[in-house]
């Protein structure tokens, strides 16, 4: 018997909570432990609902909500995979959220979180490679920011506003953060549309940008890092008049 199945067969037999939620667990169990790693077949649902010494329909559903989230994939004839990272979906990041009723400060913090670390990450290649390649895709959406403020364009501004920092993020180099970020920006726009339209004037969005580009094209990476830090004090500040607090 090789070492897999050796893994697979530990004389257990699922009894408490529900048959599937245990059968992902298990299933969860074999791919973090490095059993099966991407690209890996799994056992056919056959083989593992005798391995689990549960039904054959509990676990297809619970291959099926996997494969929804990105973790599996059916190829058929051939059988069921592991997948990478960049196929799982941010569908249960989503979820949690909207579930978990999280306040939206929890969700700022997140993002700051976030978005901190990927900015020192940005600023320190820049410094060490000197490669400008991120440069004029900033400054296409300040472009967009500035033309979407003069005429007034919420929606427009927004979007600009979520590709900036998109495409700081995505410099960082986490493809986690990118999902998690694209996730946390769907939840806040309604807050940030709020924002903008008590704002008397859009252009401070499209300045308070222009500066973080311009320190970023400077080089100075503590100017730059306390230059972010005061973007996201500006906008703790502006949701909180805006929501009356």
Not at 42 to 68: D, H, N, V
Not at 72 to 92: N, Y
Not at 186 to 210: C, G, N, P, W
Not at 215 to 236: L, N, P
Request: with cysteine.
């Amino acid at each position: 018997m090789n070492k897999k199945n050796d893994v697979l067969i530990h004389n257990e037999r699922i009894y408490q909570r529900t048959v599937v939620a245990q059968a992902m667990e298990r299933i969860k169990h074999l791919i973090a432990s490095g059993v099966y790693k991407v690209g890996d077949k799994l056992p056919t649902e056959q083989e593992l609902a005798e391995q689990f010494g549960i039904g054959r329909s509990s676990i297809r559903e619970a291959l099926k909500i996997f494969q929804y989230l990105g973790v599996l994939e059916s190829q058929v004839p051939k059988g069921t995979f592991v997948c990478g990272r960049s196929q799982v979906s941010t569908e249960a990041i989503t979820w949690s959220i909207l579930l978990g009723n999280d306040d939206m400060w929890e969700i700022i913090e997140l993002r700051e979180i976030i978005e901190e670390r990927s900015f020192a990450k940005l600023m320190k290649r820049f410094a060490e490679q000197n490669n400008r390649s991120v440069i004029e895709p900033l400054k296409e959406e300040l472009e967009a920011m500035k033309v979407a403020a003069q005429v007034g364009s919420i929606d427009d501004l927004i979007q600009a506003d979520y590709n900036f920092h998109a495409i700081i993020i995505r410099e960082g180099g986490n493809k986690l953060f990118c999902a998690i970020y694209q996730t946390l920006y769907s939840f806040m726009r309604e807050e940030i549309r709020k924002t903008y339209q008590a704002m008397r004037d859009l252009m401070d969005v499209y300045r308070d940008h222009s500066e973080i580009l311009h320190v970023i094209t400077e080089g100075d990476v503590a100017k730059a890092i306390v230059r972010h830090s005061s973007h996201f004090d500006r906008i703790k500040k502006l949701l909180t008049q805006a929501k009356g607090c």
